[in-house]
């Protein structure tokens, strides 16, 4: 209780505020938030759509009128664990400000303001301690969670949508399972590899991988869910121009500077949007069975 009244008392007399127009880095330096900043954070919305992990929890939802409540249930989750984490951070901003933790000069040491908290916090009782291990435990089980579910999409679209589904390759159930394995071993080296610098940053490494997932699979999950006309052609290409335009946009374009330096998942996002309609319109329909379907779905979404 002590504590958090220190905290909420510090945060009264903080030098900070919550600026719609700018901001400041780990390193202290004032930053301007303007326009193509905050399009570049709303961007962010759009991976959302791309993620595998969350599609295939509704993939996997065994009856359909369950998804509607399970929409509601993912929004309302977002929006708490978002706002908890605007709220540790100008928490972490209080406890440094008044010297309760060191300054955190760097990004990549930005992000290990919870695990700063937690040992503050296991300074003070024995009850005290159990919550910071609470903590160190929760930042555990959400990175397993989130890993495993990364993981599990990787290998089964290797082993059954690329392999067998694509390229029709012919695998027997155990070949099938060592393809996976052989994936996540992959996988798991270059994770190793990227975490081997200590002074990288887990957002940025985040960040790039959320817009490749958003612009690689998103406008093919949209485009497939609210347009009959869209066809495999179209969702190939959508997948093969947002995958691309990502590594060229990061790499490439956004060294330009100026409006270039817009966050990589938008104009992916728009250009692979934008193939997967020129391309399916160009491209043999897709077949009256499969449209007759859509408006089947559509018809009874609309009634309820």
């Not at 193509?36 to 595998?52: E, K, N, R, V």
């Not at 929409?71 to 929006?79: K, Y």
């Not at 949209?222 to 990502?246: D, H, Q």
Request: net charge positive; with cysteine.
């Amino acid at each position: 209780i002590y504590l958090l009244y220190h905290i909420f008392a510090r945060l009264a007399i903080v030098r900070c505020c919550l600026s719609f127009t700018s901001t400041r880095t780990a390193e202290g330096e004032a930053v301007s938030f303007g326009g193509l900043s905050i399009i570049s954070t709303l961007a962010w919305g759009l991976g959302y759509f791309g993620m595998p992990h969350i599609l295939l929890r509704f993939m996997a939802i065994d009856d359909k009128n369950k998804v509607k409540i399970s929409r509601r249930i993912a929004s309302v989750w977002v929006v708490l664990a978002m706002g908890v984490a605007v709220f540790i951070g100008i928490i972490g901003n209080a406890l440094t400000a008044n010297g309760t933790v060191a300054p955190l000069e760097t990004s990549s040491k930005a992000e290990t303001i919870v695990l700063e908290m937690a040992t503050v916090l296991s300074k003070h009782s024995a009850g005290a301690a159990l919550i910071a291990g609470l903590i160190f435990a929760g930042i555990l089980a959400c990175t397993m969670s989130t890993s495993d579910s990364q993981l599990l999409a990787a290998s089964s679209s290797m082993s059954e949508n690329l392999l067998k589904g694509v390229f029709h390759v012919k695998l027997s159930e155990k070949q099938s399972m060592i393809a996976a394995r052989a994936v996540l071993l992959i996988i798991a080296v270059l994770g190793i590899v990227l975490a081997w610098d200590q002074n990288s940053s887990v957002f940025r490494v985040v960040s790039f991988a959320w817009a490749g997932f958003g612009a690689t699979f998103g406008p093919v999950m949209l485009t497939s869910l609210f347009w009959k006309r869209s066809n495999k052609y179209g969702a190939l290409a959508g997948l093969l121009t947002g995958g691309v335009m990502i590594f060229v946009w990061k790499f490439a374009i956004s060294k330009l500077g100026g409006v270039f330096a817009i966050y990589e998942l938008l104009p992916a996002f728009l250009c692979a949007l934008i193939a997967i309609v020129v391309v399916s319109l160009l491209t043999k329909a897709p077949e009256q069975e499969i449209v007759d379907e859509f408006e089947a779905v559509s018809a009874e979404m609309k009634q309820k």
